[in-house]
């Protein structure tokens, strides 16, 4: 393969992970931080006790989360096919990874903000704050450093499932080293996607610890 | 050194005696749990704080000292009995009820509880934010409120750069953001070091004076009630063993929680080394040991020179302190002379005159 065609397949599978990850990434976290926020505070005794709604939440969550990737994929694409009307290709791709993120990221949000200490939750319900006050003004502000890092875990690993997707014909990084590398047999491709993913991951990865140490303001010294 | 003349001045207990008071606990229970795994953390409490006071709790942890500031503004809920702060049943409170309550009566806490994420100033600000203010009426309050508190340079700072004392001076200026009536302090001090301790008491004591705002205070340290708090309440297993003025409580303690309490604190305890030696009955040539308490009118007489001259000069001082109990001197001072007979006559008739207040520890030989 020609280093132009080498660098075109993977300038386009770049742009389809990427894509894919951003969307499936974003969207996810969205639904997944309140679901994160709820199971940390819907326990016996806690902000909003609902502990069987918790349990039951929990239980799906568990179960998302157990099924391996690639059957979820297959699993739901009647659905898929219901949200963006086909089953295949990038688009198709995003539904079964966002799915993915709910409850990855969401199980990563609750252990952010089970962190905090209680006694920052007893001293705003002593300055009569509501509930939904307690979650936006100490939660969700104490936890954003621990979220941030979640957030950046979540895209790494999407980064990481977004490789199966071509199984759906999904395309990106993965796709490429798989359809080229493997199965065509061609070492050069999978070296040059590795390299590719490698970095991505690695700046993934230092953008999200800078972004949380920024806002992490308890080891600060004078 | 020249002491004050004890009654000069009123205590600022009998002051604040004749309003309404603060609070008002009466029949309080508290139960955790249900059937067998019930645990009582309060039982039948019965108590008030005057409006303008500065009361204290004291107890050993687990006592339930804990649960019984929550009760206050509402944290926790009382199973049986009444909690009236300011004419308020706290238990007939919903919630939004509660959350008012809450903006009057505020609270700081052992570990401070501040918001790492928030520079001081923000700090301070959280209540109002709460409370609904805009953010020019906030910055209008925050200002003033770190400098009473001396921290007016340090606004910009975050919790992880303050000491232990400057967090509690964050943690007491936030506390008085939304300008409350009553102040709970839950082992405000307890975490901190005699020194940081003893100037958080006195700006609590100076907030106290000057905006007349009632201060509870829940400690296990008799340093912190000997300090600044007018009444006590000594608790013990859920009950409260002994209440009153904070003098009286500690020249005359009636129950044992509050001896073991106060001994490490008053200088009442023997040293190691006496105490080993002591026995409860004389033998010929033996030495007697004795307490002697000096306070009120007692306090400010020469009484020390005069025990030499009246016993002879074999008075041996052993151990004593002079400590100020509630702003009033408290001195005790153990002594040993020898127990023969004519001589226990003599200071007996010496004690008997002056009204000294003495207790034989023992004898050693």
């Known amino acids: ?222 | 050194m020249i002491l004050p003349p004890v009654a000069a001045e009123t205590a600022p207990h009998e002051r604040a005696e004749a309003a309404a008071p603060m609070i008002t606990f009466e029949g309080v229970t508290k139960r955790f749990g249900e059937g067998t795994e019930a645990f009582t953390a309060l039982d039948g409490i019965d108590m008030t704080v005057n409006r303008g006071a500065i009361a204290g709790i004291i107890g050993r942890s687990g006592a339930g000292k804990s649960t019984l500031i929550r009760l206050v503004n509402g944290l926790e809920k009382a199973t049986s009995g009444q909690v009236v702060v300011d004419g308020t049943e706290v238990g007939g409170l919903n919630d939004a009820g509660l959350r008012g309550l809450r903006r009057e009566v505020a609270m700081i806490f052992q570990h401070f509880n501040l918001l790492s994420s928030r520079t001081a100033f923000d700090n301070v600000a959280l209540p109002l934010e709460i409370a609904g203010l805009d953010r020019k009426a906030i910055r209008a309050k925050v200002g003033p409120l770190l400098d009473l508190v001396g921290l007016g340079d340090k606004a910009t700072r975050y919790p992880s750069e303050l000491s232990g004392g400057q967090k509690q001076r964050v943690g007491i200026a936030r506390a008085l953001a939304t300008s409350p009536k009553l102040l709970l302090s839950d082992e405000a001090t307890s975490a901190l070091d005699p020194e940081t301790t003893q100037s958080i008491l006195a700006l609590l004591k100076q907030i106290n004076a000057e905006l007349g705002l009632t201060v509870l205070l829940i400690t296990h340290e008799m340093e912190v009630i000997k300090t600044i708090a007018s009444h006590v309440a000594v608790i013990d297993k859920g009950r409260i063993v002994e209440q009153g003025p904070t003098f009286d409580v500690f020249t005359a303690p009636q129950h044992e929680t509050t001896r073991i309490l106060l001994s490490s604190t008053l200088g009442t305890s023997l040293p190691e080394w006496l105490r080993s030696g002591l026995k409860a009955e004389p033998a010929a040539g033996d030495r007697i040991l004795v307490r002697l308490t000096f306070f009120g009118a007692t306090a400010f007489q020469p009484l020390t020179a005069r025990l030499v001259t009246e016993i002879g000069g074999d008075v041996n001082i052993l151990a004593g302190a002079i400590e100020e109990i509630a702003g009033e001197p408290f001195g005790t001072l153990v002594v040993s002379y020898p127990a023969s007979p004519e001589i226990l006559d003599r200071a007996n008739r010496f004690y008997a005159e002056t009204g000294l207040s003495t207790e034989v520890l023992g004898y050693v030989a």
């Not at chain 1, 393969?1 to 992970?17: A, D, H, I, V």
């Not at chain 1, 309140?34 to 969550?61: H, M």
């Open chain 1, 1 to 222: 393969m020609s280093p132009e065609m080498l660098f075109g397949l993977l300038w386009k599978s770049l742009l389809q992970t990427l894509h894919m990850v951003a969307v499936s990434g974003l969207i996810g976290s969205l639904i997944g931080l309140p679901i994160g926020v709820f199971l940390a505070t819907s326990g016996k005794g806690e902000l909003f006790p609902a502990p069987k709604l918790n349990y039951a939440i929990g239980l799906i969550v568990n179960a998302a989360r157990s099924t391996p990737f690639i059957i979820l994929v297959v699993a739901i694409i009647p659905f898929t096919r219901l949200l963006t009307g086909t089953s295949i290709g990038t688009t198709a791709a995003i539904v079964p990874l966002t799915i993915a993120t709910i409850p990855f990221f969401s199980r990563l949000v609750e252990a952010a903000i089970r962190e905090i200490d209680k006694g920052l939750i007893e001293a705003a319900r002593a300055m009569g704050a509501t509930p939904m006050q307690i979650v936006f003004k100490v939660l969700l502000a104490e936890a954003r450093p621990a979220i941030l890092l979640a957030f950046t875990m979540t895209i790494v690993s999407l980064i990481g499932y977004s490789a199966m997707v071509g199984a759906v014909g999904g395309g990106g990084l993965g796709d490429l080293g798989i359809r080229y590398g493997y199965q065509r047999f061609m070492p050069d491709v999978m070296l040059a996607v590795v390299i590719v993913l490698i970095v991505l991951v690695q700046l993934v990865q230092s953008a999200g610890d800078a972004l949380a140490r920024r806002f992490d303001k308890r080891n600060r010294k004078s």
